[in-house]
């Protein structure tokens, strides 16, 4: 999931540099959603391996 956040980063990046404001406008909305979800999932990951018992 990060992949696709870093992927829509580079295409609102690109976008913005060649002039299309929109494009890179719902290029960017997306990466930045794509990324706090990739970041929410990885905390809950974290917390769940320490709640699990060593083996």
Known sequence: ML???VIFL??????AVL???GIAGAAT????IL???F???F??????????PPK
Do not use: S, T
């Not at 905390?43 to 699990?52: D, E, N, S, T, W």
């Open 3 to 5: 992949r696709w956040a």
């Open 10 to 15: 580079v295409i609102a990046i690109i976008a």
């Open 19 to 21: 002039g299309f404001g």
């Open 29 to 32: 909305e997306i990466a930045k």
């Open 35 to 37: 990324f706090f979800i």
């Open 39 to 41: 970041v929410a999932l």
């Open 43 to 52: 905390v809950l990951a974290l917390i769940f391996g320490k709640l699990r």
